[in-house]
Nanobody
Framework: QGQLVESGGGLVQPGGSLRLSCAAS????????LGWFRQAPGKEREGVAA???????TYARSMQGRFTISLDNAKTTLFLHMDSLKPEDTAMYYC???????????????????WGQGTQVTVSS
């Protein structure tokens, strides 16, 4: 079992940008998917995006356009770049890992079995 540690959250004004990082030790092989998820108070955890070690990314339909998921070359750090942030993007953001299915990397939380502790993102003026 590896370890996932998120960082980079904070307070940002509407329209601003933020980049989250996740140190993903133990998940560098091609057999894993890494994903970003978020959970706002009183709401279910929802998927943002996922990526395999080959760099192939999948985005949740509602997240396409303003969010970009990426891996560093060493495949040890996962990133989520967020643009044009809105107050409704306020949530705890989590990274997660799962063994890679044959069909690709999922963006549904139930498919992931290892989670970080989360980093809070607050979008407010």
């Amino acid at each position: 079992q590896g370890q996932l540690v998120e960082s980079g959250g904070g307070l940002v004004q509407p329209g601003g940008s933020l980049r989250l990082s996740c140190a993903a030790s133990g998940y560098t092989s091609s057999n894993y998917c890494l994903g970003w998820f978020r959970q706002a108070p009183g709401k279910e955890r929802e998927g943002v995006a996922a990526i395999g070690s080959d760099g192939s990314a999948t985005y949740a339909r509602s997240m396409q356009g303003r969010f970009t998921i990426s891996l560093d070359n060493a495949k040890t750090t996962l990133f989520l770049h967020m643009d044009s942030l809105k107050p409704e993007d306020t949530a705890m953001y989590y990274c997660a890992a799962t063994p890679r299915p044959s069909w690709g990397c999922p963006t549904t939380a139930i498919d992931y079995n290892a989670w970080g502790q989360g980093t809070q993102v607050t979008v407010s003026s």
